[in-house]
């Protein structure tokens, strides 16, 4: 069985720096792979997309019809990061450009003033085949 070691320089505050070394099985490291992958799928739609966009967007992907708010709660982002997301990844960006089309807003049945998020079809097509990916299926 093939191991990589595992490098990682940690700074703790009180201990200065640390050196952790381990050594990776070959299903962490196509853990690891899987993840890669996904990572690049994403900066090939937007080369400069933040993390925090891909986990607001995996928030939404994991639970799709809450509000903006809910969103920035259950992430612990700013509501204004989690609002700058919805805009940049929804049909139309901030700045007026097209959007990424991943998702949409549709008006609440609950609470007129609220919006709630969801996948746009385009968007759904896209989290499948990342879980996919995530998975090893491939196609």
Same mark, same amino acid.
């Given at each position: ?8 320089? =940690?700074? =703790?505050? @009180? ?10 099985? @070959? ?5 690891? #792979?899987?993840?890669? @992958? ?27 019809? #809450?509000? =903006? ?18 805009? @940049? ?10 959007? *990424?089309?991943? *998702? ?7 609470? =007129? ?8 079809? #385009? ?17």
């Amino acid at each position: 069985m093939e191991c990589s070691v595992l490098n990682i320089a =940690l700074k =703790l505050p @009180d201990k200065g720096l640390i050196a952790v070394t381990g050594e990776l099985s @070959d299903e962490e490291r196509k853990a690891l #792979k899987a993840l890669s @992958d996904v990572l690049v799928e994403f900066v090939k739609r937007r080369p400069n997309m933040p993390l925090h966009q891909i986990i607001v967007m995996l928030s939404v992907a994991l639970e799709e019809g #809450k509000s =903006l708010k809910t969103y920035s709660e259950r992430t612990q982002y700013p509501t204004s990061s989690v609002s700058r997301t919805f805009l @940049d990844n929804g049909p139309k960006m901030r700045t007026g450009e097209a959007g *990424l089309g991943l *998702l949409e807003a549709r008006p609440s049945q609950h609470n =007129l003033r609220e919006y709630e998020t969801h996948l746009s079809a #385009k968007g759904k097509s896209f989290f499948k085949s990342i879980a996919k990916r995530m998975l090893g299926v491939r196609g």
